[in-house]
């Protein structure tokens, strides 16, 4: 186990290097390579056009469509930085953020814009120390929560909020079967469930279903 | 709910833990 001073003399390399990328123009991020090989690497930062903003990130999250872009499920040009959540701060304003990875939705609550994509394919993505979104997917960082909670819910809560009320419209008195325990959207549709209606959260894996019995959703 | 956190180079560990089904909660991403 290293002492505290051990660990923060330490750091310094750390800082030093990180003023020097920044003065360079560039960041660490993870790229899906051809053939699906995840690649840390040092590429050049983002430059934002009219209307985006850049956002220093703290902490991202994994979404099992980041799984899919590495597959080459979707027909997106490699490589890219995959990653749909991320918060972090406005480079230019130093605000705490969070960001939604809706893209171009639209106004209209039922269906999205024709221009609509998912941040991290073909957009670059939260896999890195920075990235640009448009300045209307920017929405503050709630501040009960820390980087890492931030980052873990704007996709699965968007999925499973649209997926409960937007379009089942569950009311008063229903019970919802929740598939899949344990994936993001199942504990983030579990939570949702309130004192008028109920969630059930089941898997076909033992010990993720009495881990979601157990009230671990 | 969140499964674990690991530092962003070490993302290919938690595609791994989601391929495998074993996580319970969000793979979450430390950067900073």
Known sequence: ?217 | VIDSVRPLAEVAGAHARMEAGVHFGKLVLGIA
């Open chain 1, 1 to 217: 186990m290293r002492s505290a001073a051990t660990s923060a003399s330490n750091r310094w390399p750390n800082r030093l290097a990180a003023a020097w990328r920044q003065a360079l123009g560039l960041m660490h991020a993870v790229l899906v390579r051809p053939h699906g090989e995840l690649s840390y690497e040092q590429v050049d930062d983002p430059r934002p056009g009219p209307g985006e903003v850049v956002i220093e990130l703290q902490a991202a999250s994994v979404n099992r469509r980041d799984v899919a872009v590495r597959r080459g499920v979707y027909p997106f040009p490699l490589p890219l930085i995959p990653g749909s959540d991320g918060a972090g701060t406005r480079r230019d304003t130093g605000e705490e953020i969070v960001i939604l990875p809706a893209l171009g939705w639209g106004e209209s609550e039922e269906v999205p814009r024709g221009d609509f994509r998912i941040l991290g394919g073909p957009d670059d993505g939260t896999y890195a120390e920075l990235v640009k979104v448009p300045e209307a997917n920017v929405y503050p960082k709630p501040c009960r929560f820390s980087w890492g909670e931030a980052a873990a819910f704007p996709l699965a809560a968007l999925t499973a909020y649209r997926a409960l009320f937007t379009v089942a419209m569950v009311r008063a008195g229903e019970t919802v079967l929740v598939l899949g325990a344990g994936s993001g959207v199942s504990c983030r549709g579990s939570r949702f469930s309130g004192r008028r209606w109920a969630a059930r959260a089941t898997s076909p894996h033992s010990s993720r279903r009495s881990t979601a019995e157990a009230g671990g959703r």
